[in-house]
C-alpha cells in the first residue's frame, strides 16, 4: 500500500543539477588527490611497472559492485523516492571497435574523459588540446555513425 | 588531518572513494555513473540545428551530464590549488611542444570517436558496467586495455 511517504517527488532541475555538480566536484578531487590523472600512472599501468592503477580501479570496481548489489537487493529509492533503474548496454562490434579506438587515445593522453577534465581544472591547460580533440572526435562519430558497423 | 589531505591519497583511498561515486549519484538523482556521454552533450548544444541522428535528441534532459563535468573542473582545481602544497604537474614536459600537441590531439580524436563508439568509456563501463557485472563492459573494459597495451608497448615507442 503506498502511503505519501513512498509517493514519488519530482527532482526540480535546480536539485538536480545542484547534487551532481556536488559529486562531480568529489571526484575530480579524488581524481587528483589519487593521481589517477598523472600520465606518468597511467603509463606505469600500461608498462605493468606499479599496481597503483591497478588497486584503484579494483578497489573501485569492488565497492561499486557491492553498493550496486545492495540497492538492487533492497529496492533502495532515490532521496526523491523514485526507483532506480540501471540501464544494461548493447554488446556490438562498436564495444570492441571503439573499445580498442579509446584505449589507444587514453594511453597516448595519460587521460580518459573523468581525467581530462580534473587535468583542465588542475592547470594543465594542455589538456584543453584533448578535450578540443575529443569532441572533434565525437562530432567525427556522429558523422560516421550512419555507415559504421553496429 | 589537514596534512594528511594535503599528501598524495594511497589507493586504499582513492579506488573506493571513486566507487562511491557510484551510489551517491545513484540514490541522490537516479541516473547511472558516465563522463563520456558529456561529449555527446556538448556537440548536441552546439549544434542545435544539425541534421545527425547521433546529435538529435533532447539534450536539455541529459544536460546533467554536462554539469557533472563542470563539477570535475572545479574538483580538480580545488584539489590541485587548494588540497596540495604545491600544484603538480600530470603531463610529462616533452608533451609542451608542437609534437605533444599533435600526440594529444590525435589522442584525443580517438577518445572522443572511440568512448562514443563503444557507448562508454572508463567512468560508464568500468566503474558503472563492471558494478553491474555487465558482460558489454568486461568485454570493453578488456577492449580498452588492449588499445592502451598497444599504444604503449607498439606505438609510443616510434612517436615519444
Not at chain 1, 600520465?39 to 592503477?53: C, D, G, H, L, V
Not at chain 1, 587515445?105 to 577534465?117: K, R
Not at chain 2, 573542473?73 to 580545488?78: A, K, Y
Request: net charge positive; proline share 5%.
Amino acid at each position: 500500500m503506498d502511503t505519501v511517504q513512498d509517493t514519488p517527488r519530482e527532482t526540480s532541475q535546480v536539485a538536480l543539477n545542484l547534487r551532481v555538480l556536488v559529486i562531480g566536484t568529489m571526484f575530480g578531487i579524488v581524481l587528483v588527490k589519487g593521481q589517477v590523472i598523472s600520465w606518468f600512472n597511467i603509463q606505469e599501468m600500461f608498462r605493468f611497472q606499479s599496481a597503483y592503477m591497478y588497486l584503484v580501479i579494483g578497489s573501485a570496481v569492488v565497492v561499486g559492485a557491492i553498493s550496486v548489489f545492495l540497492i538492487k537487493r533492497t529496492h533502495a529509492r532515490t532521496i526523491d523516492r523514485q526507483e532506480i533503474e540501471i540501464k544494461s548496454k548493447k554488446l556490438n562490434k562498436g564495444t570492441v571497435i571503439g573499445g580498442i579506438m579509446f584505449g589507444l587515445g587514453w594511453a597516448v593522453t595519460g587521460a580518459c574523459p573523468g581525467p581530462i577534465y580534473a587535468q583542465i581544472g588542475s592547470g594543465t591547460w594542455l589538456a584543453f588540446v584533448t578535450l578540443g580533440a575529443a569532441l572533434v572526435g565525437s562530432y567525427l562519430y556522429a558523422l560516421a555513425q550512419p555507415r559504421l558497423p553496429s | 588531518m589537514l596534512e594528511w589531505i594535503m599528501q598524495p591519497w594511497p589507493w586504499y583511498v582513492t579506488g573506493p572513494a571513486l566507487g562511491l561515486m557510484i551510489p551517491l549519484l545513484l540514490l541522490s538523482t537516479g541516473k547511472s555513473w558516465g563522463i563520456s556521454g558529456s561529449f555527446r552533450n556538448i556537440n548536441a548544444m552546439c549544434a542545435p540545428r544539425t541534421k545527425l541522428p547521433y546529435l538529435q535528441f533532447d539534450w536539455r534532459s541529459s544536460a546533467w551530464k554536462v554539469i557533472l563535468a563542470v563539477g570535475v573542473v572545479i574538483g580538480g582545481f580545488i584539489a590541485n590549488y587548494l588540497l596540495s602544497p604545491e600544484p603538480v604537474p600530470f603531463l610529462p614536459d616533452i608533451y609542451f611542444s608542437v609534437k605533444g600537441v599533435l600526440l594529444l590531439s590525435a589522442g584525443g580524436l580517438l577518445i572522443g570517436f572511440g568512448t562514443r563508439y563503444a557507448d562508454g568509456c572508463t567512468s560508464g563501463h568500468t566503474l558503472m558496467g563492471l558494478s553491474n557485472l555487465q558482460m558489454t563492459s568486461l568485454i570493453a573494459t578488456i577492449c580498452f586495455f588492449i588499445g592502451g597495451l598497444i599504444m604503449t608497448w607498439l606505438i609510443m615507442p616510434l612517436l615519444v
